[in-house]
């Protein structure tokens, strides 16, 4: 058999599947607040950064914890910016962090994302979930010392809305 095909069928004993009502347990085991948007994602704000918990593969395998980082920055940074965002991927497993271009801003993405198509225990899913969710706001701290005006301004308009 050669690496790239695949070996036999699981045993039946195999783990459970992930699904979205195994994120949102997970998520009320600790407590956090969320919601389900029409697609049936579930996400929600974590330091005031929007993150979804995203099914995705042909069988909604993999799961992808994406956050957004939520300031307002300008095109004319995309050079130093992508330098931040290269200068991360290089030194860090994870997550995988982006930037392009939306409208007149930019936006700024890390993702952490693992096949599961195995199936995988409750604690595995409690650990993805959470290292996800807190190496993307490190990356998002990062960035919002590079960005202190943006990031204040940020803050303040979520001040606001409480």
């Known amino acids: 058999m050669g690496f790239f095909n695949k070996p036999t069928a699981t045993p039946a004993s195999a783990l459970p599947p992930l699904s979205a ?3 949102t347990a997970c998520l009320d085991a600790r407590e956090m607040r969320y919601g389900i948007d029409g697609d049936g994602d579930v996400g929600g704000y974590w330091d005031g950064h929007l993150f979804y918990f995203f099914r995705i593969g042909q069988d909604q395998e993999y799961l992808q914890v994406r956050g957004r980082w939520n300031r307002q ?3 004319d940074e995309l050079a130093a910016v992508s330098a931040k965002v290269n200068d991360w991927n290089a030194d860090r497993l994870w997550p995988k962090v ?4 939306e409208d007149d801003r930019l936006g700024v993405y890390a993702e952490h ?6 199936g995988l225990t409750d604690e595995q899913l409690d650990v993805h979930l959470a290292c996800g969710i807190s190496t993307a706001l490190s990356f998002f701290e990062a960035l919002d010392e590079a960005y202190p005006e943006q990031a204040a301004a940020a803050k303040a308009a979520e001040a606001e809305q409480e």
């Open 21 to 23: 009502e195994r994120i």
């Open 73 to 75: 920055v300008g095109l």
């Open 98 to 101: 982006y930037v392009r271009v």
């Open 113 to 118: 994302t693992v096949d599961y198509e195995h």
